[in-house]
Each structure stands twice: as C-alpha cells, then as structure tokens.
Nanobody, 125 residues
Framework: VQLVESGGGSVQPGGSLRLSCTISGFTYSSYSMGWIRQAPGKEHEGVASINSDGSIGYADSVKGRFTISKDNGENILYLQMNTLKPEDTALYYC?????????????????????RGQGTQVTVS
C-alpha cells in the first residue's frame, strides 16, 4: 500500500489549497481514512475523515473551511482547504485503516494508523 500526498505550498491567510493523496494497493472495501496534520512542537491532529460508507467527520478547528472527498474511480483522496489561517500551518498526511469506525469522528482521535503517507507541507503566512 502506498499513499502519496501532493498539493501543499505557501499561501497567504484567507487563501485556498487543495491537497491530493494518491492511494495504490489499498483494495479493502471497508475502511476509514482521512487527513491528519502535525505542526512543529505539537501533537498530531486528525483534521478530516471519511468512511467507506461515505460518512464524513471534521475537527472543530476546520469545520466550514475544509472539505474532504474521495474519487473512488481514481482512488484519490482530496482535502479542499479554504479560508486558511496561520494556525493551519503544518505537515499534512493522509492515512488509512482497514476498518470502518462506527462514528467517523472517532478516527480523528486515533494516534496511529495502519498506512500513512510522507506528508506535504502547508504554510500559511
């Protein structure tokens, strides 16, 4: 299984970015996956999650600004980030697990994941 993120960069406050995560070798029909981020000196934070049944969850800090989606045909996970703030600056990872959590928001609280990409840097300043 490989997860490869792209789309990070530098943007001014109020700007937008769209992150992509290309997933290969992940053929499980039941799953939870999403985006997590880690800023220097801080614990990692679950940002957005999506289940194989299409249910979606967001951290309170990004609700109304970020949108997670998945192109099942291309097996790409997206994170559309709007109205970016300096506090959104972090290394963003996509991650996936071979289980479907009953409450999709709970995935955001997990500390480890079965599969994770290398990350893409987002800087808002």
């Amino acid at each position: 299984v490989q997860l490869v993120e792209s789309g990070g960069g530098s943007v001014q406050p109020g700007g937008s970015l769209r992150l992509s995560c290309t997933i290969s070798g992940f053929t499980y029909s039941s799953y939870s996956m999403g985006w997590i981020r880690q800023a220097p000196g801080k614990e990692h934070e679950g940002v957005a999650s999506i289940n194989s049944d299409g249910s979606i969850g967001y951290a309170d800090s990004v609700k109304g600004r970020f949108t997670i989606s998945k192109d099942n045909g291309e097996n790409i996970l997206y994170l559309q980030m709007n109205t970016l703030k300096p506090e959104d600056t972090a290394l963003y990872y996509c991650a996936a697990d071979r289980v479907k959590v009953l409450a999709v928001e709970n995935w955001l609280k997990w500390k480890t994941h079965t599969y994770r990409g290398q990350g893409t840097q987002v800087t808002v300043s």
